[in-house]
């Protein structure tokens, strides 16, 4: 018996066509069948650069502890699985007086946070510290010199036990304008300080295989420019010696994305910090949120780019959020997402 195409006098019959599409309809494929149909491929979306960067990135998403609410509402390891679980790939932890990393603690406990870091799959993108503040290397005051000195080689001997490569530095300052027992050093002898400082430093921290990474602070009266940090950094002749860049730290009166071309490749780790240039509280307080300040990022990021930096980009803010706090992990984290290119 023939099969003949279904008509209005033979309603019952079906075409071959008909029948095929009938056995493959429950597999999904009949659609193969139609025209424009899964056998015509649809073109993938262009990039939409209202979404992010139309171009990615090869760097590494990271957060500063001080945006979790630690510790007093979280634990270290509740943080270390919030950033994991948020998207990012690393985490900084910070060296205090008296919390998980501090003079209170050992290799045993640092081995302890490795494991644990390990175990929740992220990683340490390196340590910082405000200790450079009370305890100045170039401080006028002798025993605040000794003491900033002791602390820093602390900060790096526990990078070490980390297996953490990357130590910020603050190697000096003229002035600290949030604290009112800094007097105010002159900028020859600040320079010269800081130089016997880091040369020390630079010794052990060759010994423990880790990178003092100089910070630019800009609020601190020294290494006031790019050209500036180089010759300090390339001075000590030594790998072991490099720069911490900080985008937000310039940015009341310069362009991260100038900064990020002159360094090049003597950035070793990188501080994403938000900055306002609309306002006038030249505080903390000018720091914001990832994407809500006037840091031209697709700049930045090309800059950082093109100098060959491949490390991590660590966004740095110093107000958890008093309610859900969550919510500033989750929204650096898409920030982030969109500034490398991920979300476009």
Same mark, same amino acid.
């Given at each position: 018996?023939?099969?003949?195409?279904?008509?209005?006098?033979?309603?019952?019959?079906?075409?071959?066509?008909?029948?095929?599409?009938?056995?493959?309809?429950?597999?999904?494929?009949?659609?193969?069948?139609?025209?424009?149909?899964?056998?015509?491929?649809?073109?993938?979306?262009?990039?939409?650069?209202?979404?992010?960067?139309?171009?990615?990135?090869?760097?590494?998403?990271?957060?500063?502890?001080?945006?979790?609410?630690?510790?007093?509402?979280?634990?270290?390891?509740?943080?270390?699985?919030?950033?994991?679980?948020?998207?990012?790939?690393?985490?900084?932890?910070?060296?205090?007086?008296?919390?998980?990393?501090?003079?209170?603690?050992?290799?045993?406990?640092?081995?302890?946070?490795?494991?644990?870091?390990?175990?929740?799959?992220?990683?340490?993108?390196?340590?910082?510290?405000?200790?450079?503040?009370?305890?100045?290397?170039?401080?006028?005051?002798?025993?605040?010199?000794? =003491?900033?000195? #002791?602390?820093? @080689?602390?900060? %790096?001997?526990? +990078?070490?036990? $980390?297996? /953490?490569?990357?130590?910020?530095?603050?190697?000096?300052?003229?002035?600290?304008?949030?604290?009112?027992?800094?007097?105010?050093?002159?900028?020859?002898?600040?320079?010269? =300080?800081?130089? #016997?400082?880091? @040369?020390?430093? %630079?010794?052990? +921290?060759?010994? $423990?295989? /880790?990178?003092?990474?100089?910070?630019?602070?800009?609020?601190?009266?020294?290494?006031?420019?790019?050209?500036?940090?180089?010759?300090?950094?390339?001075?000590?002749?030594?790998?072991?010696?490099?720069?911490?860049?900080?985008?937000?730290?310039? +940015?009341?009166?310069?362009?991260?994305?100038?900064?990020?071309?002159?360094?090049?490749?003597?950035?070793?780790?990188?501080?994403?910090?938000?900055?306002?240039?609309?306002?006038?509280?030249?505080?903390?307080?000018?720091?914001?949120?990832?994407?809500?300040?006037?840091?031209?990022?697709?700049?930045?990021?090309?800059?950082?780019?093109?100098?060959?930096?491949?490390?991590?980009?660590?966004?740095?803010?110093?107000?958890?959020?008093?309610?859900?706090?969550?919510?500033?992990?989750?929204?650096?984290?898409?920030?982030?997402?969109?500034?490398?290119?991920?979300?476009?």
């Amino acid at each position: 018996m023939s099969v003949n195409p279904p008509s209005s006098e033979n309603p019952g019959s079906l075409s071959r066509r008909d029948a095929l599409r009938a056995t493959l309809a429950g597999a999904g494929l009949a659609a193969m069948f139609e025209p424009g149909g899964a056998s015509a491929q649809t073109p993938a979306a262009a990039p939409d650069p209202r979404r992010g960067s139309t171009k990615k990135y090869d760097m590494l998403k990271s957060i500063n502890l001080w945006a979790f609410p630690y510790p007093d509402r979280m634990s270290l390891r509740e943080c270390l699985q919030l950033a994991k679980d948020a998207g990012f790939d690393g985490i900084e932890l910070n060296y205090d007086l008296d919390n998980d990393l501090s003079p209170k603690h050992g290799t045993r406990d640092y081995q302890a946070i490795r494991k644990m870091a390990d175990e929740i799959g992220i990683q340490i993108s390196g340590l910082c510290s405000f200790l450079f503040w009370p305890y100045p290397l170039t401080s006028n005051d002798p025993a605040k010199r000794e =003491r900033g000195i #002791e602390l820093a @080689g602390k900060i %790096a001997e526990a +990078a070490h036990d $980390l297996g /953490v490569e990357n130590v910020l530095v603050v190697p000096g300052a003229v002035h600290i304008p949030w604290r009112d027992d800094h007097e105010p050093v002159p900028n020859d002898v600040c320079d010269q =300080r800081a130089r #016997e400082a880091v @040369g020390e430093l %630079a010794r052990q +921290a060759e010994k $423990l295989k /880790v990178c003092l990474n100089i910070e630019n602070i800009f609020f601190n009266g020294y290494l006031m420019t790019p050209m500036e940090m180089n010759a300090f950094v390339d001075s000590f002749g030594s790998e072991h010696v490099r720069v911490h860049f900080d985008t937000g730290n310039i +940015a009341m009166f310069q362009f991260a994305e100038h900064w990020a071309s002159v360094l090049g490749g003597r950035t070793k780790n990188v501080h994403l910090k938000e900055f306002t240039k609309k306002g006038t509280d030249f505080s903390l307080e000018t720091f914001r949120p990832l994407l809500d300040g006037t840091t031209d990022w697709p700049a930045v990021t090309e800059a950082l780019d093109a100098a060959g930096y491949r490390g991590f980009l660590t966004f740095e803010y110093f107000h958890p959020y008093t309610h859900y706090p969550e919510a500033l992990i989750y929204q650096t984290s898409d920030s982030l997402d969109r500034i490398l290119g991920r979300k476009a």
